[in-house]
């Protein structure tokens, strides 16, 4: 299993190419993406035909992570020859959010295949999807994906105001895909996101196999964020850019 960093979030930066969460997940020419957010697209049709996706996994309603759905339709519908649709796991809700951004009714029954996403266990094309309710937004979900049968996992966090909420997700090895909004920290009161002490803790006590760092806020200093995650966990720990790429 394959994953390769499109776009690492988070909601605003003044980084040149940052453009919202997308990762995406390929095992042999099977693939997924795990969120779709704002220019995103781009990177992720420049690495494979979109309509090839087996499905696209939405964390949660937040634009930073869903809102690139809206160039996937578009491109569903006018470009690719004959009109093509793609499946989409995602919060019910974000049917009636997509509508209401193009102000017309049916927008995304155009193209896009909305499921449920509810806690518990899918199967899509080889890959397991294990999914858990986060504190974020009262539709916002943890993701583990892994090859059926593989024992190696991917936890993505999504946006997560409560490290502990991913325990149930992170097996012994796992690499550990988490935000880190906060950098060293600390949170600030009312915040729902990390910093990196707590996602060195969530890593030590779960027993992931490495972390790697995403979703930094804009002016938090890099070394001192992956510093603060070394604090807490002895394993191998990355800030990930779009671009980047690793097997698991
Ligand atoms: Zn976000
Ligand atoms: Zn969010």
């Known amino acids: 299993m394959r994953l390769t960093v499109v776009g690492a979030g988070p909601a605003y930066s003044d980084a040149r190419g940052a453009v919202g969460a997308c990762y995406l997940v390929r095992s042999g020419d099977h693939a997924i993406a795990l969120d779709l957010g704002h220019g995103a697209f781009a990177g992720l049709a420049a690495r494979i035909p979109p309509e090839r996706l087996e499905t696209v996994l939405i964390s949660?309603?937040?634009p930073d992570h869903f809102v690139d759905l809206v160039p996937l339709r578009h491109y569903l519908r006018y470009?690719?020859?004959?009109?093509?649709?793609?499946?989409?796991?995602?919060?019910?809700?974000?049917?009636?959010?997509?509508?209401?951004?193009?102000a017309e009714p049916g927008f995304t029954a155009g193209?896009?295949?909305?499921?449920?996403?509810?806690?518990?266990?899918?199967?899509v094309g080889p890959?397991?999807?294990?999914?858990?309710?986060?504190?974020?937004?009262a539709d916002s979900f943890g993701l583990r994906v892994s090859e059926v049968g593989a024992?190696?996992?991917?936890?993505?966090?999504?946006?997560?105001?409560?490290?502990?909420?991913?325990?149930?997700?992170?097996?012994?090895?796992?690499?550990?895909?988490?935000?880190?909004s906060f950098g060293p920290g600390p949170v600030p009161p009312g915040a729902s996101h990390l910093d990196g002490p707590a996602a060195?803790?969530?890593?030590?006590?779960?027993?992931?196999?490495?972390?790697?760092?995403?979703?930094?806020?804009?002016?938090?200093?890099?070394?001192?964020?992956?510093?603060?995650?070394?604090?807490?966990?002895?394993?191998?720990?990355e800030l990930v850019e779009p671009g980047y790429e690793t097997e698991i």
Do not use: N, W
């Open 60 to 62: 949660h309603l937040h």
């Open 79 to 102: 470009h690719v020859r004959p009109a093509s649709r793609v499946r989409v796991d995602a919060h019910p809700d974000l049917v009636e959010r997509l509508d209401a951004l193009h």
């Open 111 to 123: 193209a896009l295949d909305v499921v449920a996403l509810e806690p518990g266990v899918r199967r």
């Open 127 to 137: 890959f397991t999807v294990e999914a858990v309710r986060v504190t974020h937004t």
């Open 151 to 180: 024992e190696d996992g991917l936890v993505y966090s999504g946006d997560v105001g409560v490290a502990d909420d991913l325990r149930p997700l992170v097996r012994p090895g796992d690499v550990l895909l988490v935000e880190v």
């Open 200 to 237: 060195g803790a969530l890593a030590r006590q779960t027993g992931a196999g490495r972390v790697l760092l995403t979703h930094l806020l804009m002016g938090r200093d890099r070394a001192a964020t992956i510093q603060s995650v070394k604090g807490r966990f002895e394993g191998p720990v």
